[in-house]
């Protein structure tokens, strides 16, 4: 069974801290992404990545970095968490190709900020 | 950039009613589209795509959706509803291989 893991289903953080929210997909899938799920809002990319070692800003990436040093694993990274980064984050993988809208999501992690 | 809007945010309905919920899409040539859904505590699971050809498809547990370019929807259906359809459903548009969501019906299902 196709998986993608997020390593933390609920972190709480103070603010100033810095957070690592950690994704791996077990698929060999090119593709991965960092999306943000907000009430009202829907899901907002931050930012994705198209192979190892490189990245891509998305629709908000203010305020965060990625690393993707494996193919498999994407991390996401609050280098100074505000309160205003409390939501629910989405890690996915994708293939690279004609399907690249077929996305295979993990469970998020919601974070909170105090 | 194309985007996609869900008018509604919340519906209910009746176990075993029908359910239809609404996707419209902004101009642009032929575009990708997605319905997603998301049941409570777990990641996002695709329903089922529209790239080209008929304009009718047909997706997993029992949903299709019907692309009308006339009036740039893609709405999502299932003739009876189950009690386990409650969840949030999105639609999805691809731009340059990312996509965009919309901002997601949430659906309960009453009794």
């Known amino acids: 069974d196709v998986k993608v893991t997020q390593s933390s289903r609920y972190l709480v953080k103070r603010t100033g801290e810095k957070v690592f929210l950690e994704c791996v997909q077990d698929m060999d899938h090119e593709n991965m992404f960092w999306y943000r799920q907000d009430p009202g809002l829907g899901l907002r990319l931050i930012y994705f990545?198209?192979?190892?070692?490189?990245?891509e800003k998305g629709d908000i990436p203010e305020g965060y970095s990625v690393s993707r040093e494996k193919k498999e694993r994407f991390s996401l990274i609050l280098e100074s968490a505000s309160t205003n980064q409390t939501s629910m984050y989405l890690c996915?993988?994708?293939?690279?190709?004609?399907?690249?809208?077929?996305?295979?999501f993990g469970e998020g992690s919601r974070l909170t900020v105090l | 950039a194309q985007s996609v809007t869900q008018p509604d945010i919340h519906i209910t309905v009746s176990e075993g009613a029908s359910l239809e919920l609404r996707c419209n899409y902004s101009y642009g040539a032929t575009p990708y589209l997605f319905w997603y859904v998301q049941s409570p505590g777990q990641g996002l699971q695709l329903l089922l795509k529209y790239f080209s050809g008929d304009t009718l498809v047909q997706g997993i547990k029992g949903f299709e959706a019907e692309f009308k370019r006339s009036q740039s929807s893609f709405n999502l259906r299932k003739p009876s509803v189950h009690w386990s359809d409650a969840a949030e459903y999105f639609c999805?548009?691809?731009?340059?291989?990312?996509?965009?969501f919309g901002a997601g019906t949430t659906v309960t299902v009453r009794a």
């Open positions: 996915a993988s994708g293939k690279r190709g004609e399907n690249t809208g077929e996305l295979f």
């Open positions: 990545s198209y192979d190892v070692k490189m990245k």
């Open positions: 999805a548009v691809e731009n340059d291989y990312k996509l965009s």
